[in-house]
């Protein structure tokens, strides 16, 4: 199927019904998938500052469940995507985790980042090649969205370069994240990290992505 406009939410629910079937792991997500658990295990699962998760566009749950594999002290998970195709795989793909856990903390919901409702804060907000797929009209909103969201961390993973190549897909986006979480009077840091391993020229991997990390002041 053929887009000339970008239509985030048409896209993604046509997209939505093979995503899982075309994905392929490779040298970048292995990549992306161990500095991420790293960074997390890192800077804040030693502040016990992180058992409840809300997932933004979780896909078919390829971070959901790596996330609850290893952070065991997650108590409550609340995964959303606006794909109903997508929450259908990640139920799939995550019940073996989940029946192995004395208490499920896992729900999931077909829901728009822009339209979900929530009355509680999460101590971590996450969301995994998400925000790049976000109409530069609508990111900074969304991403206030977020951080209001959150009590403590939020972090998303995206394609992130200096120099915007000259041609680009017209779902992808780069936005200029730092900045924008800079911008938003209740996050006190921000950090910045690429996802690269600079090893051997054999052995080197650019995922051409960082991991953006913001502290906010929220609590409730
Ligand atoms: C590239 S996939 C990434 C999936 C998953 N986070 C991962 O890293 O494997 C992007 C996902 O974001 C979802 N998505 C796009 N825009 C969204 C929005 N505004 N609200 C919620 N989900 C969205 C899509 O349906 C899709 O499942």
């Known amino acids: 199927m053929g887009f000339d406009v970008y239509n985030p939410h048409e896209y993604w629910y046509e997209h939505g019904k093979s995503?899982?079937?075309q994905f392929r792991y490779n040298k970048n997500f292995e990549l992306q998938e161990s500095l991420v658990i790293d960074?997390?295990?890192r800077n804040l699962a030693s502040s016990s500052s992180f058992s409840t998760v809300l997932e933004a566009g979780c896909g078919f749950g390829r971070i959901?469940?790596?996330l609850l594999t290893n952070f065991p002290n997650i108590r409550e998970y609340q995964a959303i995507d606006l794909s109903p195709d997508q929450i259908k795989n990640a139920k799939e793909f995550t019940r073996s985790v989940v029946e192995a856990m004395s208490d499920n903390p896992l729900n999931f919901a077909v829901s728009d980042i822009q339209s979900f409702?929530?009355?509680r804060k999460y101590d971590l907000v996450?969301?995994?090649?998400?925000?790049m797929h976000?109409?530069?009209s609508e990111i900074?909103?969304?991403m206030i969205k977020?951080?209001?969201m959150s009590n403590h961390h939020v972090v998303n993973i995206d394609w992130y370069e200096r120099e915007k190549p000259r041609k680009m897909a017209p779902h992808n986006f780069i936005h200029e994240y730092e900045k924008i979480y800079r911008n938003i009077p209740s996050v006190t840091e921000v950090y910045q990290i690429p996802i690269a391993n600079k090893g051997s020229w054999l052995r080197s991997v650019n995922t051409k992505q960082c991991i953006f990390h913001a502290l906010t002041k929220n609590s409730g």
């Open 146 to 148: 977020l951080v209001n």
């Open 140 to 142: 900074e909103k969304v």
């Open 126 to 131: 996450i969301a995994s090649e998400v925000l």
């Open 134 to 136: 976000i109409l530069p």
């Open 19 to 21: 995503y899982k079937e």
């Open 39 to 41: 960074y997390l295990r």
């Open 64 to 66: 959901t469940r790596l």
């Open 117 to 119: 409702q929530s009355e």
